[in-house]
């Protein structure tokens, strides 16, 4: 072999190895992007739901409370009329309970009672069921009823 083709071969390791560090070097550096963007995602907080764009424009003394963490419990109160309220129920599919209705899982999930973790003063909906529109499946309930001039409304997954 030739001094030339030496250099030549030389010259040719040297440039495939320089394309392989770097070929290595973009592989890891676009890992590591994927890696950050997989725990920035998986770090961010869950964002509590809202149903407050249901309601009507003119509703006033709106409470909301929201937690989230996989499950989801929701309450919201507003002062609305009775027009607005069907118009709400409407809106989020809600259909009349009745005490023989048949629910997909025990209806004993059915409760004005506040969600567990609610601290505020403000959720004050009677026990009564009647009056109340439901909408359920698997292991999430939304249900409203309006009282005392108020939508009340609760919505959760377990």
Request: charge should be positive; charged fraction near 25%; glycine fraction near 6%.
């Amino acid at each position: 072999m030739t001094r030339r083709s030496k250099i030549k071969l030389a010259v040719a390791v040297c440039a495939i190895a320089i394309g392989l560090g770097g070929w290595w070097a973009y592989r890891d550096l676009q890992r590591r992007r994927f890696v950050a963007m997989f725990q920035e995602i998986m770090s961010a907080p869950v964002k509590p739901p809202s149903w407050r764009r249901h309601l009507p424009a003119n509703a006033t003394d709106i409470q909301e409370w929201a937690w989230a963490d996989g499950d989801v419990s929701y309450l919201l109160k507003a002062r609305v009329t009775d027009a607005e309220f069907l118009k709400f129920v409407a809106s989020l599919g809600l259909t009349p309970h009745t005490p023989d209705r048949k629910y997909s899982e025990s209806s004993h999930w059915l409760t004005w009672r506040p969600s567990p973790g609610f601290e505020g003063k403000w959720w004050d909906a009677s026990d009564a069921l009647t009056s109340t529109y439901v909408k359920e499946g698997h292991d999430t309930w939304m249900f409203a009823k309006h009282e005392s001039g108020f939508l009340y409304f609760k919505c959760f997954s377990h």
